[in-house]
């Protein structure tokens, strides 16, 4: 793939293929709901009554909530790109806790694959004529700065427990632990073998999901512990796209500036609430510090002979609600093409002016010729979402939840005319190499029998009314075929997940797994 854009590119400051393929890592390219949905094949039974399920569930399980949670914070189960050994190290430890905890319950806990664990019932009946799944992730996105607390203390206070994870997505893990061993205390009949996975690799590539799809067949329904209750039946498609630029440092001509650095943003689905550059100038470091000074949305500073360091702050938020954050790095890019008199032949100036003029602080792609509109789902959204030096690559991270009636290879390929047609109309050549893939919308039925077992699970648990409901966000829902997100947050709800100070309380904590367990008893009492 890279070799032939590299080729097509040939004469231009295009990384190699070598550091292309380095630089920008693997994005889903697959569609797991093109699979042949499976005959459900229910069979009658009684479920057990809904006040055992709660006596047991308040006897036996509320006040080991928050502790089990506590136990699985600590683990920092996401990816840090200065370690490579650091995620294998966490993801075995977080393993060896999830399955004591699964012991704990009385659950039979097994690593299927090196990143996905799956945890089952020790007492369901042999070849069940169905299979019931539930898919939550244990890896998590990096702390961020901004936090009052420990970020990974676990610590429970105020009726709280605090850290990374508490709501996305180890919180509701718990709490479905919780559910299946609340429901077989309770004796419920189980017509379905239920599985409990558990991905390691949702917050970056979804890699884990497809090699598991390809060793193991996915169950007949899974509800996702991974979005917004009532029951989320539709999804926007999500694209995941990189931009990459050769860099290295080099003098600037006379009069201009030239990128030292760039750093910004802490993963591709989070708005960045930081971002930052160092300039080198060569005669202009004066005058541009005072233009910078005049841009509301930066701060500049002298950061020795001839250099700048300018900084911009906005405020965090989830990709798929772009209009609850303020996007610093754009904000970044934006300043730098306006007033840093950049070098034009520098290394890092095409992709900072390419930025600002196609995506800036435009939220919907128009510039992209991407924008679109659905009746169900909303508008199509762009975040610019992170930017690092990679080795000699400077590398941007667009994440891009579109509407139905587009295609992840459509998205791609527009982003990647746009960078085309962007460098044509200032008569260079294209410097940029553009390239992603992603997951097509989820429409799932509203009136399918399990979705509206969900919905009467959820009311019956809470007391408050359920609909269907289309979010605006991508969800580890679309990871698996038939499935549904089912949770932890209420639709409409201000993001909790991806910012500083995340946290739980074991009010909630204890309500979820209640909501669970309704739903386990409710889906297992369909009719075939």
């Known amino acids: 793939m890279w070799a032939a854009l590299v080729t097509a590119l040939a004469g231009c400051e295009t990384p190699s293929s070598a550091e292309a393929d380095h630089a920008l890592s693997r994005t889903p390219q697959t569609n797991p709901h093109a699979l042949k949905e499976r005959s459900q094949g229910a069979v009658p039974h009684a479920p057990a009554a809904r006040d055992r399920v709660e006596e047991l569930l308040r006897s036996r399980y509320a006040e ?130 239920t599985r409990l996975m558990v991905g390691m690799a949702e917050e970056t590539t979804w890699e884990c999901m497809e090699g598991y799809l390809a060793s193991h067949a996915p169950p007949a329904f899974t509800f996702v512990i991974d979005g917004s ?134 939220l919907y792609g128009e510039k992209l010729g991407i924008a679109s509109e659905h009746a169900r789902f909303g508008r199509t959204t762009v975040n610019l979402g992170r930017l690092r030096h990679d080795g000699a690559v400077l590398v941007a991270s667009l994440n891009i939840r579109f509407v139905p009636g587009r295609t992840p290879v459509e998205v791609v390929e527009r982003v990647r005319a746009a960078a085309a047609s962007w460098a044509a109309e200032r008569g260079r050549p294209l410097g940029l190499v553009v390239d992603g893939g992603g997951l097509p919308a989820l429409d799932q039925d509203p009136a399918r029998p399990e979705v509206t077992a969900l919905l009467s699970a959820y009311t019956a648990a809470t007391g408050r009314p359920a609909r269907p409901v289309t979010l605006a966000g991508t969800t580890y829902a679309k990871a698996i075929p038939n499935a549904v997100s089912f949770g932890p947050e209420e639709d409409g709800a201000a993001e909790r997940r991806h910012g500083p100070d995340e946290s739980i309380t074991t009010a909630e904590l204890f309500e979820l797994a209640r909501i669970y367990a309704a739903g386990l008893t409710a889906l297992a009492a369909l009719k075939p």
Request: aromatic share 4%; with cysteine.
């Open 229 to 362: 209750f009532p029951v989320g039946v539709g999804e926007k498609g999500l694209a995941s796209i990189k931009v990459a630029e050769r860099w290295a440092e080099r003098e600037p001509a006379a009069g201009r500036c030239a990128v030292v650095r760039l750093d910004g943003g802490v993963a591709g689905n989070v708005v960045p609430d930081r971002a930052e550059a160092e300039l080198r100038c060569a005669g202009a470091a004066d005058a541009v510090r005072a233009r910078l000074a005049d841009e509301r949305r930066v701060q500049v500073e002298a950061a020795g002979a001839g250099r700048l360091r300018v900084r911009a702050t906005g405020k965090a938020a989830h990709a798929s609600t772009p209009e609850q954050g303020r996007n610093a790095l754009a904000a970044l890019m934006v300043a730098l093409d306006t007033h840093a008199q950049l070098d034009e032949d520098a290394p890092g100036t095409q992709l900072v002016r390419f930025l600002a003029a196609r995506v800036g602080m435009e």
């Open 64 to 193: 080991r909530l928050p502790g089990l949670l506590s136990a699985l914070v600590v683990h920092r189960t996401y990816v840090d790109e200065q370690d490579p050994a650091h995620e294998p190290r966490e993801r075995a430890a977080f393993f060896r806790a999830l399955q004591a905890q699964a012991a704990a319950l009385g659950l039979v806990f097994r690593e299927a694959t090196p990143r996905v664990a799956e945890i089952t019932l020790d007492s369901e009946p042999p070849g069940a004529p169905r299979e019931l799944g539930i898919l939550a992730h244990g890896d998590v996105v990096p702390a961020g700065d901004g936090w009052t607390f420990p970020a990974f203390s676990g610590e429970v206070r105020d009726g709280k427990v605090l850290g990374r994870g508490t709501m996305d997505d180890k919180g509701p893990l718990v709490a479905a632990l919780v559910a299946m061993a609340v429901t077989r205390d309770a004796g419920a009949a189980r017509p379905f073998r």
